[in-house]
């Protein structure tokens, strides 16, 4: 059989609504239609052809991306398409490109931080592309560390103008993407210092290059960092580095919106957190999240297609060898994979849901979110980067020696995704953050405060320290109300015993630096908790499609219980379940994995077979 035929057989196979599936994935029959039209729109247009990206030189690469960009804008205004439909296109284009930066940081900043006054002034600039913004926070020496930016924007009261200036090699911005080459402004962050007194770090909109000949202007000096990781992949971005010599920009560029300084050089703290000058991440780990899935699903994919159609060892009588996707051990490192992507999508869309509520609430001076919404988009951008990263490195070696060529599509993709787990937050910093809301929460146990949404099972902290896994046959570890119970009691385990580790050390800083991992993976089982969750409160709802809902459970299963057989350490050692619940729960994992290939082996497969054609990878 030629491979395209092993995979008809496997598609013919399929026992559920393959149609419906596909809603489920994309979110909505209209997010469906919108998602595939989008697709052929990108896949039958040259201008948009990716088959060459890893030999074109770096020079090459970028003026490719400038011209797909330019095209892709041309498309966008012609066919008059909406927002969402535009970025299904970047999505399809698939390279990365300074107007991620425009549209995903530059824009979002402006309408988070800035006042009405300054949205109206910069926004239909920017919404044009008349002007083209970048993110400039990060420094040479100072990434993680916001409140440790150098930059720095003094308030000059004779002019009415803030002078922005580069005190120090250190101080450059380092990495902002769409800096380097295209930018004409940046959002920047710099302390703010007036009369002397330093306010902390600011946004402020700085012009970097001339709109008549895209020179930079006086005082700016700016360039590309130079080559990253891989071929092709992030290369096509123009990360760059900027520093500042005594320029001026006028006093309403600073974004007014949490803070402000008056004519006179008065500052004035708004009546909102100051966090909200970090609204612009909070935005984007959002958004990272909701494509997890989608690098994810693309990996699995082509893991999927070359284990159906590769075959190794066992011919019999001369007959064919098996197919790699019959080996269990294949199907242990494969379907978890898989099983993730579906988790990261639910929990994605979950996420949105969230943000989109908090960003009502402040709107309506409703503060009272912030603080999960953090911990919830810090901790899932942590643990779904982290988790896509190595899942695509995995599917690499499931594709043995062809995984490793260009062609496969995975080390491009790898290349692409992997700055993930450091953008927007190392992810090990993210944790951290997480952990401090977790001490928190821990603390006020007791106080009266009601834990709610995802720390209310906090709140049953003491059932859920000393409950019993009720587990005694393999088959009980399929019911969700079991695996959500051993889930929170491990999350409150692990949480518990570091707030009471914390306590023996005086100095609470201190405690927290000691107990920095346990700290960190007491996040992890946090988030886990919190997927595994959602993943259940989807299959709660309505879902139509002959045998679609019995696949979503199948994958659930698949999904916590591989999550449960990895960190089998922290269940048992938190006393939450037995050894032996341990051993049942991978041994109704390993069932599961035949199961679904007894009773039809292509099940799973198929899943991921359909989403080849959504997702246009270079596959196999
Ligand atoms: C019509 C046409 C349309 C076209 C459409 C085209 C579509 C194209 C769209 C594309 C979109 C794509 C999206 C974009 C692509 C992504 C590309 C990525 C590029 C990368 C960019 C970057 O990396 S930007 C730089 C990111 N940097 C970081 O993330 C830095 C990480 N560090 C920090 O966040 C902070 O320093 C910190 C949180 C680690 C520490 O902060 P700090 O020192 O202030 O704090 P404390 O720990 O003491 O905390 C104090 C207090 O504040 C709370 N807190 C901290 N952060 C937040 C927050 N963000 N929100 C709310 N609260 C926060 C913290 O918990 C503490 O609370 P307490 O209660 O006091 O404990
Ligand atoms: C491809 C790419 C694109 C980017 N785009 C932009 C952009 O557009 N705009 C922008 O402003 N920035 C951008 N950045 C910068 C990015 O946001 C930072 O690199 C990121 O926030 C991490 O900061 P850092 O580099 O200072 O890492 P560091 O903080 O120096 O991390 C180094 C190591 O130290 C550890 N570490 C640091 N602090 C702690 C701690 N408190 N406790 C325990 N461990 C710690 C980390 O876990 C990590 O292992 C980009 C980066 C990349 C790679």
């Known amino acids: 059989m030629e491979a395209l035929d092993y995979h008809a057989e496997e598609r013919r196979k399929a026992e559920f609504d393959v149609e419906e599936m596909k809603i489920v994935w994309a979110g909505s029959r209209q997010a469906y239609e919108i998602s595939d039209r989008v697709a052929r729109l990108v896949a039958s247009d040259p201008v948009f052809r990716k088959d060459n990206r890893t030999m074109l030189s770096r020079k090459d690469l970028f003026k490719d991306t400038l011209r797909k960009a330019a095209h892709a804008w041309k498309r966008i205004i012609e066919l008059r398409l909406s927002e969402e439909e535009a970025s299904k296109l970047r999505f399809f284009v ?128 700016v360039g590309d960092i130079g080559m990253k990781f891989g071929s092709g992949a992030y290369n096509s971005m123009d990360n760059g580095v900027l520093r500042f010599d005594h320029v001026r920009i006028l006093r309403d560029q600073m974004l007014m919106g949490v803070s402000q300084v008056t004519r006179e050089g008065k500052f004035m703290q708004s009546d909102v957190p100051r966090q909200l000058v970090y609204g612009t991440m909070v935005y984007v780990r959002q958004k990272i999240v909701a494509d997890a899935s989608c690098a994810l699903s693309r990996a699995v994919c082509i893991a999927t297609r070359y284990s159906v159609v590769r075959r190794q060892f066992g011919s019999h009588n001369g007959g064919p060898e098996t197919q ?67 899942a695509i490195e995995e599917c690499r070696k499931l594709c043995g020696g062809h995984g490793y060529l260009s062609s496969s599509g995975l080390p491009e993709l790898f290349a692409v995704y992997v700055p993930a787990c450091t953008y927007e937050g190392d992810n090990v910093v993210l944790l951290l953050q997480v952990a401090r809301f977790l001490m928190k929460t821990v603390s006020q146990l007791g106080s009266g405060k009601k834990p709610v949404g995802t720390i209310a099972y906090m709140g049953r902290s003491e059932h859920l320290l000393q409950c019993r896994c009720e587990v005694e046959r393999a088959e009980d570890w399929l019911k969700p109300n079991v695996i959500l119970e051993a889930f929170e009691a491990r999350a409150a385990r692990m949480s518990v015993t570091c707030a009471k580790n914390l306590n023996n050390f005086a100095n609470q800083e201190e405690g927290f630096a000691q107990l920095a991992t346990d700290l960190a993976e007491a996040a992890v089982a946090h988030v886990q908790l919190i997927i595994v969750s959602k993943f259940i409160e989807k299959l709660q709802q309505d879902i139509p499609g002959k045998g679609v809902k019995r696949q979503l459970e199948i994958l659930f299963n698949v999904y916590a219980l591989s999550l449960l057989h990895k960190h089998l350490g922290d269940f048992v050692a938190s006393g939450c379940i037995t050894p032996k619940q341990g051993a049942l729960a991978n041994e109704q994992l390993r069932l599961l994995y035949s199961q679904v290939h007894f009773d039809n082996p292509s099940l799973l497969l198929y899943m991921v077979l359909l989403l080849e054609r959504l997702l246009q990878s270079t596959s196999f």
């Open 94 to 221: 698939d390279q990365p490109v300074f107007t991620d930066l425009h549209w995903g940081m530059f824009i979002p900043a402006i309408k988070g931080q800035g006042n009405e006054e300054q949205q109206q002034k910069w926004l239909p600039m920017a919404y044009k592309m008349q002007i083209i913004g970048c993110y400039a926070q990060t420094e040479l020496g100072h990434g993680s560390n916001v409140q440790g930016l150098e930059t720095t924007a003094t308030f000059d009261p004779e002019t009415d103008e803030f002078v922005i200036h580069s005190p120090t090699l250190t101080s450059s911005k380092w990495w902002p993407g769409g800096l380097g080459k295209v930018s004409t402004h940046a959002l920047i962050y710099a302390r703010l210092i007036t009369d002397g007194q330093d306010h902390g770090v600011h946004g402020f909109i700085v012009q970097l290059r001339s709109l008549d000949d895209h020179l930079p202007l006086p005082g700016i000096t």
């Open 324 to 390: 790699v996707i019959d080996y269990k051990t294949q199907q242990s490192r494969l379907f978890p994979l898989l099983a993730s992507a579906y988790a990261f999508r639910f929990v994605g869309e979950w996420l949105k849901w969230l943000y989109t509520d908090v960003t009502q609430r402040l709107q309506a001076s409703d503060f009272s979110t912030l603080p999960e919404v953090h911990a919830c988009t810090a901790g899932l951008k942590s643990v779904t980067t982290s988790a896509t990263a190595d």
